[in-house]
């Protein structure tokens, strides 16, 4: 009995290892990289204020939060992104089904959104400008168009790609008309149509930073360029590092539980 | 004991639904009236299936035989009122079928299940649809899951479960609509011949207990004669029956007793007289 209690024992503290290593050697990549960094800067190559060490870019972080600009900048860009992307959403979903359905659809709007999809959505915000002006609107509507396509092509990709048999058991199962939809055939689509969200979601992210960067009201792009108007590099990775923060914290709110869901059930690796 | 306990719940199931049938338990007839079945593939008119007539007795079990591709599964389906035919018309209890209903069940040789839902929700997906409440249906769901002797598989989901296992939750989907007909698309093709024989005898359990009317597309001939009332033999495409076989031989059958084996090779003989040399299907009995 006790033997047992150790080997299980043993086995447990053998799993919690197996989970904490893999965090421990991030870690340590993480110190030596920061290292590195430093030693560069000290080797004065450039001047410190086009290139900092981390500790100032720490601090420039520290104070950017601490003085009340970069949590209320990134609620600003934050809300821009919630507006625009779930407007490509519901588009993207509604579009997506009816090019997976529709062979009419498909052949001519389908063509358009394979060929709006290769144009970058940045090249889209001089005109936004010249409809909207340089305001909100023009900002959300690029960022509409850099996700639209991505959600479109997503869906439309796991519509198509659903065994024709799942659509036939659900009608004989008594489902019809909007059920089919709702319980068939975008369940039976979530794996392809989670890819183009995803996907969606940093070029929503991509299309904001650029937009925000010609637009003067407090966000996080703006930040980016007051930081370059003050000849600050420090404020400048400041505002990258807390972007980053912000996109890998949404990805792990949003996507990831999704995402295992998904794979919990249909068995992906 | 298991059956007795479905013949218990089937009152129940049909006054818990809308729009069920209004049949009680037990089969009904079906009348398949010069149904035939043409499509257009690349340019060319194919004819999958001759037209065929056959009538089918309330509770009658019949096996239809023959190669791949000779239209037996487009004729279930046609049954299930999933595809139109070309020409003629189904009538069920005397009804003409004009779309799927789900007083005829279709399963498929792949299950069909969905991997987005657990395996009571796949079970429940009908009694959803009939507008059944989520407490009733998940009850229901799990006395057919016990019926189909899946109980404590209640939450796994579909990539977890063998073949087998696949087919037992594909059955207690169909079955817990209380179906009259039940119409099988070579459900048990893709299991090892163990599992297979077990579904069988399970199979014609059931059938015994509700009286149920099935028609059961395979290309085994053994088990065509191990289940059926008739075994009706189609010739390849166009699909035509060629040959219909009543089996009087009593229930239950052995797959190994001499008279199935001798019932199995006289249906073989006419499968190989009508069939070309480069078709499958004499390996397989």
């Known amino acids: ?269 | 004991m298991a059956e007795r306990h479905l013949v218990a719940q089937h009152g129940h199931a049909v006054a818990g639904m809308a729009d069920a049938s209004e049949q009680p338990s037990g089969g009904i007839s079906l009348e398949i009236v010069g149904v035939s079945k043409r499509f257009l593939a690349r340019g060319r008119m194919v004819e999958a299936l001759a037209p065929v007539d056959l009538q089918v007795k309330p509770g009658e079990l019949i096996c239809l035989l023959g190669p791949s591709g000779c239209g037996k599964s487009t004729l279930l389906s046609i049954i299930a009122g999933l595809e139109p035919p070309s020409s003629g018309l189904i009538r069920a209890g005397g009804r003409k079928v004009q779309g799927p209903g789900i007083d005829r069940v279709l399963l498929f040789q792949e299950a069909a299940l969905f991997p987005w839902l657990d395996v009571q929700h796949n079970v429940a997906f009908g009694l959803r649809q009939a507008g059944m409440p989520e407490a009733e249906r998940m009850r229901m769901a799990r006395e057919y899951l016990e019926l189909v002797h899946l109980s404590g598989f209640e939450h796994s989901y579909v990539h977890q479960l063998s073949g087998g296992m696949r087919q037992r939750v594909a059955l207690a989907r169909a079955l817990v609509l209380n179906p009259a007909v039940l119409l099988m698309d070579e459900p048990f093709g893709a299991l090892d011949a163990l599992t297979r024989d077990k579904l069988q005898i399970e199979l014609e359990t059931i059938w015994a207990a509700t009286g149920k009317t099935i028609l059961f597309v395979t290309h085994n001939v053994r088990e065509a004669v191990a289940l059926g009332d008739r075994v009706l033999v189609f010739s390849p495409r166009p699909g035509r029956i060629i040959q219909e076989f009543s089996i009087t031989l009593p229930r239950p059958r052995s797959l190994e007793h001499h008279q199935t084996i001798d019932q199995a090779r006289e249906i073989l003989a006419v499968l190989h007289a009508d069939q070309r040399p480069d078709e499958e299907a004499n390996d397989e009995w």
């Open chain 1, 1 to 269: 009995m006790s033997g047992e209690m150790t080997t299980m024992l043993a086995e447990q503290s053998r799993l919690g290892r197996a989970r904490v290593m893999p965090w421990i050697r991030r870690l340590i990549f993480y110190l030596i990289l920061l290292s590195i960094w430093e030693g560069i800067v000290r080797l004065e190559i450039w001047p410190p204020y086009l290139f900092p060490g981390p500790l100032i870019v720490a601090n420039a972080l520290w104070e950017g939060v601490t003085q009340g600009l970069f949590l209320p900048a990134a609620l600003v860009s934050l809300r821009r992104l919630a507006i625009g992307y779930s407007i490509s959403l519901s588009l993207g979903l509604v579009l997506g089904l009816l090019l997976g359905r529709n062979k009419l659809i498909q052949e001519t709007v389908g063509s358009l959104v394979l060929g709006m999809q290769a144009l970058p959505s940045v090249c889209w915000l001089p005109l936004a400008i010249l409809w909207f002006g340089l305001n909100e609107r023009a900002i959300i509507f690029v960022v509409v168009l850099g996700a639209l396509f991505s959600i479109t092509l997503g869906v439309e990709a796991g519509v198509k790609n659903t065994p024709p048999v799942y659509l036939k058991a659900a009608r004989n199962l008594g489902a019809r008309g909007v059920r089919l939809y709702t319980q068939v055939l975008l369940p039976a689509a979530l794996p392809a149509i989670l890819n183009g969200l995803k996907q969606g979601w940093s070029f929503a992210w991509r299309s904001l930073m650029a937009g925000e960067l010609l637009y003067y009201t407090l966000s996080l792009g703006n930040l980016l360029q007051t930081g370059r108007d003050l000849n600050d590099a420090a404020q400048v990775m400041a505002v990258m590092v807390m972007i980053v923060i912000v996109g890998v914290t949404i990805d792990q709110i949003l996507f990831a539980p999704v995402e295992r869901r998904v794979r919990e059930r249909w068995g992906l690796a």
